[in-house]
């Protein structure tokens, strides 16, 4: 028996929620389904390690692109704290480092001081206050209709800054605004968090990696979910329940054919639901599949949905601490250091070392790397005795690591490798070593949890352990590309190609990170739709 539904939704991911909860809110038959037991994807809490009252966000970590219309659309309880500090790097083999403290001026401008990059002070003051106006004018723009690139570079209003940032390659930008290493280093850092990229990366995929880190919240702030990641996801479960959407987890959806009719199975049992629209809250490249096996357009399927490029370039280390470790440089407070984004071994020449090193099959040495703590910001992950005892964690992104080097047969012997790169290199500016301050867990075991592209690929479907679910692609459509955008779907940025299916996750246009855009934007292509807007 086939069941029917205004609007199936494939994957409880909290893109998914997030459509549900807008389109439930209008009064239309919304269902969910996911794979998991749980709702919520890559958004999540776990209590990651046996025994232990500590519950981490296992895979996304931190919060910018979540705009605040959406909180106040569907009435989210969500805080953001933010942090104190933005930065703080270490020298490589030295002693020393650079504190970046949003709160100080002064205090800054001694830090560059400190490192030889005095000059280097103005430079980075000017070069955000750019990445400030470009973050003003562009991110109100997410959450409405695609502008093209004309009428987004005329916003902006500012054609150097534009053409500094987008029109070229930012690294090279980056190289010629400042002198220091290390400053580059850590300025071209937001262009490779989930894309692997060279300093001088012509296919600018580096510069729409850029884009997106440094226009979160009008502000480019990262800031950190209290209660965690699942905190973000829970509250958008709720709003999507409350307004009437029916969340089935455990359903392996295993088709889904030209009259948009879905094939899932809970259990042994299978399941048809037929639907006005589907929204898939999946890759490209798992929506194909889907396609495929329900011959939705006989054998021209699997290419119907374009498939951007998809390759992850990190490895996550997840660790848990009894107290946070001591510097090299005594001068400068874990508490501090820890208190934004830890940067390791990241200087802009370090940086495209380890990007020729994995691009000729190696593991970078060191590798580069940048550590968040979230405990130090919200405490409220660990368990009351923890707390007391001083324990925090650390959550390590360590980048250059492409699934180029992983296949099925070696990943078990890769992660354990990856691992000890990861923590070797995070011990080279350490004043002990990080494996003297990991927790055991019930079953004896060091608290530490390594995730390769390949486990995200086998847990969470991401193609290639790509985190945006393939390169992302700019906030805006290309002048020749807008004269067809005829229908509300192209409009949005959420077209497949395929009648009545929409993308809804992060492969649509504006949808990477944890931001809820894509489940927005797709949910109001449908609305538009019905309308006849």
Avoid at 233 to 250: F, M, V
Avoid at 345 to 363: K, M, P, S, V, W
Avoid at 418 to 440: D, G, H, K, R, Y
Wanted: glycine share 10%.
């Amino acid at each position: 028996m086939t069941t029917r539904r205004d609007v199936v939704i494939i994957g409880g991911g909290h893109n998914g929620l997030a459509a549900a909860a807008y389109l439930a809110r209008a009064g239309l038959d919304v269902e969910v389904l996911e794979r998991l037991d749980t709702v919520g994807g890559a958004a999540v809490s776990a209590q990651a390690f046996a025994g232990i009252d500590a519950r981490l966000s296992r895979y996304s970590y931190l919060v910018s692109l979540l705009p605040q219309r959406i909180i106040d659309d569907l009435g989210l309880s969500i805080r953001l704290a933010p942090r104190r500090y933005s930065s703080y790097t270490p020298v490589p083999g030295g002693d020393g480092g650079l504190l970046v403290d949003n709160h100080d001026q002064a205090a800054t401008d001694a830090s560059f001081a400190a490192i030889g990059a005095k000059n280097d002070a103005d430079a980075w003051r000017t070069f955000y206050d750019g990445t400030a106006r470009l973050a003003r004018t562009l991110f109100p723009t997410v959450t409405d209709p695609l502008l093209t690139r004309s009428e987004a570079r005329a916003v902006l209003g500012d054609d150097a800054l534009w053409d500094a940032l987008i029109e070229q390659p930012v690294g090279r930008t980056i190289a010629s605004t400042f002198t220091s290493d290390l400053v580059r280093g850590v300025a071209y850092t937001d262009a490779l968090i989930g894309t692997f990229a060279s300093n001088d990366d012509e296919t600018l995929a580096a510069n729409r990696c850029f884009l997106y880190h440094v226009i979160g919240g009008g502000t480019g702030d990262w800031n950190v979910p209290v209660g965690g990641m699942g905190a973000v996801t829970g509250e958008l479960a709720r709003a999507a329940r409350l307004a009437g959407a029916a969340l089935t987890t455990g359903a392996e959806v295993t088709a889904l054919d030209g009259d948009r009719v879905v094939t899932y199975r809970v259990g042994d049992t299978e399941h048809r639901v037929a639907a006005d629209r589907v929204l898939a809250n999946a890759s490209p490249r798992e929506l194909n599949r889907l396609l495929a096996a329900g011959d939705a357009g006989g054998a021209s399927t699997a290419s119907r949905v374009h498939e951007p490029a998809a390759e992850g370039a990190q490895v996550k280390v997840n660790l848990l601490l009894t107290r946070l470790p001591r510097l090299k440089d005594a001068r400068i407070d874990p508490e501090a250091a820890f208190g934004g984004t830890f940067h390791i071994n990241e200087l802009f020449t370090q940086l495209q070392a380890g990007y020729d090193a994995a691009a000729a099959g190696q593991i970078p040495d060191p590798i580069p790397a940048e550590i968040y703590c979230h405990s130090l910001t919200d405490p409220t992950i660990l368990g009351p005795e923890l707390q007391a005892a001083g324990a925090q964690t650390l959550t390590v992104f360590a980048l250059h690591t492409p699934d180029r080097l992983l296949t099925a047969d070696n990943n078990d012997r890769m992660r354990g490798e990856l691992q000890a790169a990861v923590l070797a290199s995070l011990n080279s500016v350490l004043a002990e070593p990080i494996e003297s301050l990991l927790m055991t867990d019930a079953d004896g075991a060091a608290c530490v949890e390594t995730k390769t592209t390949r486990d995200l690929e086998e847990a969470l479907r991401l193609p290639g352990g790509n985190i945006f679910h393939g390169d992302l692609a700019w906030p805006w459509l290309d002048d020749d590309d807008a004269p067809v955008a005829s229908t509300a779907a192209e409009r949005w940025g959420v077209a497949t190609g395929v009648d009545g299916v929409y993308l809804c996750g992060s492969g649509a246009r504006r949808g990477g990170a944890v931001s809820a855009i894509g489940g927005h934007n797709a949910a109001m292509a449908v609305l538009d739709e019905r309308s006849g807007a």
